[in-house]
């Protein structure tokens, strides 16, 4: 379990570079042109000292600079050094080993010198290498641990889902001993303890636990006391409403209609969802789940997959046309199915 908190410190840790990168990203972008530049116009051999030479040397240096600036360079070579990521192969498996994997990359990695290749690539994508491979230089990665670990203790969530599924008290036999064994290595983490992570020690005593379960099988008494007693407050939800269902349909920013507006795009076909035809959608959705087992926004997959399933199947045939999905359009793929309780069990 205490995986899950390394997971999360990996997370902060990456989040918080970052961000320091951003700060860091026009100093560094500064840095990686001279060092383009530098290829560009290797300096020649000093063959004089005289002002002249000099001056000619920066002349020709702030021409090539404004060239580059103004992306007149975009469709040159260059030769860069990249570092080489060395791979290691991961062969242990089984509790807690992915830990131990983790740290034996992170001791290979160390013990060998971290070697270079020349690649050929064009000057923005040069640019972009070098500008990372700058940024990385003047990130300190110290400071970063750091805040990453502060901001870890101090204000990390962490979401269980699913927790029904290891409700259960020991009888002696069966499944039930192994999930009150899952909740007493979940106890520790929870009640507040300290986990090694590569980063350095953090502390789980005010990281937020969020617990949720579907609990129609158990209940949560079915927990043991000392995790029940770790999750006060606890809150019923409403099952989701026609009005939930349009909102997940369209506002997210990968929304089912957009992901499939997305995907037929690909094939040149442009979906145009009209809002009676989403109204449509969200209000069969609810009525299947009244009727049927309530599984939630699950649903909408189903149902945009069978509304859309004769498009999707006949699009090499159609591309270059748009396609509008109206109420009427969805009624005529669906309506027989909801109408018949045992279509719709077993096809949404």
Do not use: W
């Not at 383009?36 to 004089?48: A, F, Y």
């Not at 670990?149 to 192994?178: C, H, M, N, T, Y």
């Not at 953090?202 to 043991?224: E, M, N, Q």
């Amino acid at each position: 379990m205490e995986s899950i908190i390394r997971e999360l410190t990996d997370i902060g840790v990456g989040m918080v570079k970052k961000e320091e990168s951003e700060k860091v990203k026009d100093k560094a972008r500064e840095i990686a042109e001279e060092r383009l530049l530098d290829i560009l116009l290797p300096p020649g051999p000093v063959t004089t000292t005289e002002p002249s030479h000099e001056e000619s040397q920066k002349t020709t240096r702030d021409k090539l600079r404004l060239l580059l600036k103004e992306g007149k360079l975009d469709e040159r070579f260059v030769e860069v050094e990249v570092k080489e990521t060395s791979a290691v192969v991961g062969v242990l498996s089984g509790a807690g080993m992915e830990d131990i994997e983790s740290n034996l990359k992170d001791v290979f990695s160390n013990m060998f010198p971290q070697r270079t290749k020349k690649k050929m690539v064009k000057v923005p994508d040069a640019l972009d290498l070098l500008s990372k491979e700058e940024a990385g230089r003047l990130v300190d990665m110290e400071q970063v641990t750091k805040i990453a670990i502060d901001r870890v203790e101090q204000s990390g969530i962490v979401f269980l889902d699913e927790i029904d599924k290891i409700a259960g008290r020991e009888k002696g036999a069966g499944p039930d001993v192994s999930r009150e064994g899952v909740q007493r290595d979940l106890l520790p983490i929870v009640e507040g303890s300290t986990v090694n992570t590569k980063y350095g020690m953090v502390k789980t005593d005010h990281i937020l636990f969020i617990a949720a379960g579907a609990f129609h099988v158990s209940k949560p008494s079915d927990l043991i006391p000392e995790l029940q007693g770790r999750f006060p407050i606890r809150v019923e939800l409403d099952s989701l409403t026609k009005e939930d269902f349009v909102r997940i349909l369209t506002e997210p920013r990968n929304a089912l209609i957009k992901q499939y507006m997305a995907l037929l795009e690909t094939e040149e076909i442009l979906l145009d969802f009209r809002d009676d035809a989403i109204m449509e959608i969200a209000g069969m959705a609810t009525v299947v789940n009244e009727r049927t087992e309530n599984i939630g926004a699950r649903r909408l997959y189903t149902i945009m997959e069978k509304i859309l399933e004769e498009i999707s199947f006949e699009a090499p045939d159609i591309k270059g046309q748009t396609i509008p999905i109206t109420g009427q359009y969805v009624k005529g793929k669906l309506a027989d199915i909801i109408k018949n309780e045992d279509l719709s069990r077993y096809i949404l």
